[in-house]
């Protein structure tokens, strides 16, 4: 069974520029996660999906992120315009439809965003 | 207050010897709490969980103590070994929710 992928894993910008990042569950999890991690602090989360919809969006920083997630399957967060405090790095989970917060989230690798 | 504390930093631990990480929370409210496991590169993966009503779980190597009273939780990591080396992550769960919060991860490093 293939795992959470990311793409990019790295990504380098300016500030002020855009960039999007794209995140593919594992097939058939309904829920699906972003979080991020700044150096050297706690993995915060930002959002979570139940299929297409966004169940909670609470730690979405501002307005400059959006997230998206068509179909209800791959997710894209996007970023714009990009500031120094985004940079990070950016994590997707994703778990079952079934057992609540119980269930494992599954991580991917990360995204890490550097902004200039 | 919606955070979990964790500590060391950073700790360094001889072949053999014993990983202890603490973590602490204030939310009674927390009904989950898992550990993870981060290898660089890799994303973090789930280690061991458990729930506030077991004071203790135990997996090969890997057991958490849980202390209700006291709003803390450790994993402890027995006969560590180089292959440990990596970034640990506590964080606690609100029912209701799916949303985790996690601590500031510690960094273990397992000297052969």
């Known amino acids: 069974e293939a795992g959470v992928t990311q793409f990019p894993s790295h990504s380098v910008i300016e500030k002020g520029q855009t960039v999007t990042l794209r995140c593919d569950p594992i097939?058939?999890?309904?829920?699906l996660y972003w979080y991020r991690r700044v150096m050297g602090k706690e993995i915060k989360f930002l959002l979570h999906?139940?299929?297409?919809?966004?169940?909670?969006e609470s730690g979405m920083p501002n307005n400059r992120f959006l997230a998206e997630r068509t179909g209800g399957t791959y997710s894209t967060l996007k970023v714009q315009p990009a500031e120094l405090e985004d940079s990070g790095v950016y994590f997707c989970?994703?778990?079952?439809?079934?057992?609540?917060?119980?269930?494992?989230?599954?991580f991917g690798p990360g995204t890490r965003l550097t902004v200039l | 207050q919606q955070q979990v504390k964790q500590s060391p930093q950073s700790l360094i631990v001889q072949k053999g010897g014993i990983s202890i990480i603490n973590c602490a929370y204030e939310?009674?409210?927390?009904?989950?709490f898992p550990w993870y496991q981060q290898f660089p590169g890799k994303g973090p993966a789930l280690l061991i969980a458990?729930?506030?009503?077991?004071s203790e779980k135990k997996e090969g190597r890997f057991t958490i103590s849980f202390n209700k009273s006291a709003k803390q939780f450790s994993l402890h990591i027995m006969d560590s070994q180089p292959g440990d080396s990596a970034t640990y992550f506590c964080?606690?769960?609100?029912?209701?929710?799916?949303?985790?919060?996690f601590g500031t991860g510690t960094r273990l490093k397992v000297l052969a």
């Open positions: 989970a994703s778990s079952h439809p079934s057992g609540g917060s119980y269930n494992e989230q599954f």
């Open positions: 097939s058939g999890h309904d829920n």
């Open positions: 999906f139940v299929k297409e919809s966004k169940q909670d």
């Open positions: 939310n009674t409210a927390f009904d989950y």
């Open positions: 458990i729930r506030p009503d077991v």
């Open positions: 964080a606690a769960s609100i029912p209701g929710t799916y949303k985790y919060i």
